[in-house]
T-cell receptor, first 115, second 112 residues
């Protein structure tokens, strides 16, 4: 049981390049999330997927796209990377539904630098 | 109304001290208040959580105190150890809500 896995662990991009961050969970969770973490700003929600087939914007969605490939996988794409997107990116997942509290399980993160 | 305000931003205590981290929320519909612990280079992990039907919850050396009327909750770490040095996030949510509303985090350093 690996929990939430993310690839890659580290990435350096040049301005304008594109890349996709991958996330997978093996806990049969319904909901998945992408956050970015910057010093002094905590965890900011980029996009989330409440269930397979749905995605919604979070607090800071500009410059990103997501795909909920199936129940296990949720990817984050940067189409044209900018230095402002230098950050640590975390994926998380949770069981969700009318009778559930939002206990999120986080992956180990991807450290992205955009030059 | 969805904000959770966390303080202090950073905290240094000596080994054995009792660091206290405070959070305040606005939305009275919130009824789930977790704390997450994050070590350097790792993802956050759930540490302890409380619901408003109790005023205090203990798990080992970690205690959450909850004040519903003041809309505040706090994390106390008893007999703190250098291994407790980490960033701590409070959060708030409610049953069936799709998101966690996070505080901005507190970086704790416990000196030997």
């Amino acid at each position: 049981n690996a929990g939430v896995t993310q690839t890659p662990k580290f990435q350096v991009l040049k301005t304008g390049q594109s890349m996709t961050l991958q996330c997978a969970q093996d806990m049969n969770h319904n909901s998945m999330y992408w956050y970015r973490q910057d010093p002094g700003m905590g965890l900011r929600l980029i996009y989330y997927s409440a269930s397979e087939g749905t995605t919604d914007k979070g607090e800071v969605p500009n410059g990103y796209n997501v795909s909920r490939l199936n129940k296990r996988e949720f990817s984050l794409r940067l189409e044209s990377a900018a230095p402002s997107q230098t950050s640590v990116y975390f994926c998380a997942s949770t069981v969700s539904g009318a009778g559930a509290y939002n206990e999120q399980f986080f992956g180990p993160g991807t450290r992205l630098t955009v030059l | 109304q969805q904000q959770v305000k966390q303080s202090p931003q950073s905290l240094i205590v000596q080994k054995g001290g009792i660091p206290i981290i405070n959070c305040a929320y606005e939305n009275t519909a919130f009824d789930y208040f977790p704390w997450y612990q994050q070590f350097p280079g790792k993802g956050p992990a759930l540490l302890i959580a409380i619901r408003p039907d109790v005023s205090e919850k203990k798990e080992g050396r970690f205690t959450i105190s909850f004040n519903k009327s003041a809309k505040q909750f706090s994390l106390h770490i008893m007999d703190s150890q250098p291994g407790d040095s980490a960033t701590y996030f409070c959060a708030a949510s409610m049953m069936g809500f799709q998101k966690l509303v996070f505080g901005t985090g507190t970086r704790l350093l416990v000196s030997p």
